[in-house]
């Protein structure tokens, strides 16, 4: 049998499956890259994942969130080192403020302590946490899921250190989350 042959076989076959009502599931990787609007040490945004086609294909199947990880890079201007975190938090697109974040009794931390070293060019020091580092940061990693599954969701970046961060800027930080789904 030729190749072509046995590709179209195990089509048919997987076809007679799916129409049969046999369970098919996968695992999806959804991403969501974007840069924070620069406050002094405060960086809001408000994260809508019912916009992307992978979430949006595969939401009413999800089965199970098994990760989520980031990249983040950024830069610091200043002469001093500071630290940075993240806070997530039930979506909300007006709290946009550190007041309002400080009010909020739902917020918890889902990376921290990420130390930025002092600038020491003209240009700054960067960095840059790799999708596989960031599971060193992530921490209460089932609310966060819990949080996830809902699509949608406020993250939150603070500061430290320094001036409070007024010389540093959070470049982009992309999510990336993994699901589970299948189909009947």
């Given at each position: 049998?030729?190749?072509?042959q ?57 089965d ?8 983040l ?20 697109e007006?709290c946009?403020?550190l ?32 999708y ?11 609310d ?16 430290s ?23 009947t």
């Open positions: 049998m030729k190749l072509y046995k590709i179209a076989l195990s089509a048919i076959v997987l076809s007679l499956f799916v129409l049969g009502g046999c369970l098919v599931s996968g695992t999806f990787v959804i991403e969501e890259t974007f840069s924070f609007t620069t406050q002094t040490g405060f960086y809001p945004e408000s994260v809508d994942l019912t916009e992307n086609e992978v979430w949006a294909d595969h939401i009413d199947n999800l199970d969130i098994e990760l989520i990880g980031f990249e890079w950024i830069t610091n201007s200043e002469t001093a080192e500071w630290t940075y975190s993240a806070y997530a938090d039930e979506y909300d007006t946009d403020n007041t309002c974040f400080g009010t909020s009794n739902t917020k918890f931390k889902v990376f921290g302590d990420l130390v930025v070293p002092a600038a020491t060019t003209t240009s700054g020091s960067t960095k840059f946490v790799s596989q580092e960031s599971f060193q940061y992530i921490q209460n990693f089932a966060l899921k819990e949080l996830v599954r809902g699509g949608k969701f406020n993250l939150y970046g603070l500061a250190g320094g001036s409070g961060g007024n010389g540093g800027k959070v470049d982009s930080i992309k999510v990336i989350i993994t699901i589970n789904a299948s189909d």
